[in-house]
């Protein structure tokens, strides 16, 4: 039987990298948990039928520094979940399930939020999962499918009598997808109505959001996503500010540049050069930004297949940056 310390030990930095497909994989997080000590970790939502057929390869890695770490898990069968569920507990800490991730293919599955519009089998699932494993159990969801289905208190509600210890909540529908502005004051009414502790999620993207959200969710803390990214300092500043006060302030270019450097060069390393190069270029966007000619240079840089020469390009780029 688990204890209520035993998930506040997971959690008690407040502050969590929240899952991004094809984002938060094993360098990523390594990145951060070098810059945040204590943060929960969460991993790219892993595919439940995917782990079935796989057994994972790279996208379950986790260094012996990772932890405190989640492994989120997605899918619509609650045998096969709680099955990978088991699975993974040998390396995680605690297994997430994702109710929340709003994007066609997924929910066409009935998986991610689709599984807000039914509940009863949201029920089963994490009924069924944690019969199964020995570890903290949470479960991410959003605040309803549309405006119109807003479930996101009842929701939580059959969450905790499921079985979870845990919930982190995006504060938009799956219909806003990553639009518009996340209703913090709205996951305040799911905290006020369930007894396990809640993390808001959703335009974290500084100290000083941080503070803000907490405010007004009256969350116990906050889960950061695309926030993170082009900062791998973020969410250890935030640990810092909210456990010890002290103001960190954002990296500077230069620092930016560094950091992308050394991302590469992992990616890289764990991936191939040609995988590895083409891995990054999604990050470019984040991290390469806010100066003269950074636009120009992002379109460079995706076009080169090279770890040199999309260094040796950056570099040269950085010489007039202003």
Known sequence: MLTNSAVHDLIKSRVSLAPMAGITDYVLRSLIRENAP???????????????????????MRGDNHSPV??????????????????????????????????????????????????????????TVKANISRPLSVKFRLGYTFDELNFVEFGQKMQEAGADFITIHGRTRSQMYGGKADWKKIAELKRNVDIPVFANGDVVSIETAVQCLEESEADGVAV?????????????????????????????????????????????????????????????????????????????????????????????MKTAV
């Open 38 to 60: 204590s943060a929960l970790l969460t991993t790219e939502m892993i595919s439940s039928e995917f782990l079935t057929q796989t057994k994972g390869g790279d996208i379950i």
């Open 70 to 127: 989640s492994y989120q898990l997605s899918g619509h069968k609650p045998q096969m979940i709680a099955n990978c569920a088991k699975y993974l507990e040998q390396y995680a800490d605690m297994i997430d399930i994702n109710m929340g991730c709003p994007v066609n293919k997924v929910v066409k599955g009935t998986d991610g939020c689709a599984l807000m519009r039914n509940i009863e089998l949201a029920q089963e699932i994490v009924k």
């Open 225 to 317: 996503g695309r926030g993170a990214l082009g900062d791998i300092t973020l969410i250890g500043r935030i640990e810092k500010y909210l456990n010890q006060g002290i103001y960190t302030p954002p990296p500077t270019l230069e620092e930016k540049v560094i950091a992308l450097k050394e991302h590469l060069y992992r990616e890289v390393e764990l991936r191939g050069e040609k995988v590895g190069v083409k891995f990054m270029r999604k990050f470019y966007p984040y991290y390469l930004n806010g100066f003269q000619g950074a636009s120009r240079l992002r379109g460079e840089i995706v076009l080169i297949e090279s770890v040199k020469e999309v260094i040796k390009t950056i570099e040269n780029a």
